[in-house]
C-alpha cells in the first residue's frame, strides 16, 4: 500500500481580488519551496476567467502534509480575504487530528468540506530514492 498523500483544495475568487491573490499565492509557493525540503509537488492553477483557484500539493507521506500545515499553515489566513475555499479533498490515509487541522483550515479559509478518500487499489511507479 502507497503511503502517498495527494492534497486539492479549490475556492472561489473574491471579485476584484484575483490581482491582489496572485501575487500572495506566488509567495506562498516561494516559501513553500525554500522551507518544504520533503514535499513532492505544490501548484497553484487559476481558471481561464480568474473566477477560481485550485491548489494542488503531493506528499510522500502524512508527515509531510503534517509538516506543510505546520510550516505554511501561519500563512493561510491572509490569503482567506481573497477567497472562499470551497472543499479540501485528501487522497490517501490520513490520521484524525490531521483531518482536523484540516477542517479548522477549510473553516477559517471559507465554507468549505474536507472529504477524505482512501486509496482502493492503485499502481504507484515513482522511483524510490
Not at 481573497?82 to 477559517?108: N, P, T, W
Request: proline residues 5%; negative net charge.
Amino acid at each position: 500500500m502507497t503511503d502517498f498523500i495527494a492534497y486539492i483544495d479549490r475556492s472561489v475568487v473574491h471579485d476584484g481580488k484575483l490581482d491582489d491573490l496572485k501575487p500572495a499565492m506566488a509567495e506562498l509557493v516561494n516559501f513553500v519551496e525554500a522551507n518544504e525540503p520533503d514535499i513532492l509537488a505544490y501548484d497553484v492553477y487559476f481558471s481561464a476567467d480568474g473566477d477560481r483557484m485550485t491548489v494542488m500539493h503531493m506528499h510522500a507521506d502524512q508527515d509531510s502534509l503534517e509538516f506543510h500545515m505546520e510550516v505554511a499553515g501561519p500563512k493561510f489566513p491572509p490569503i482567506g480575504e481573497f477567497i472562499d475555499l470551497e472543499s479540501i479533498d485528501v487522497y490517501g490515509h490520513v490520521s484524525e487530528s490531521l483531518i482536523r487541522r484540516l477542517r479548522d483550515k477549510a473553516s477559517e479559509l471559507g465554507s468549505g468540506r474536507v472529504l477524505i478518500h482512501e486509496l482502493h487499489r492503485g499502481v504507484d511507479r515513482v522511483p524510490d530514492e
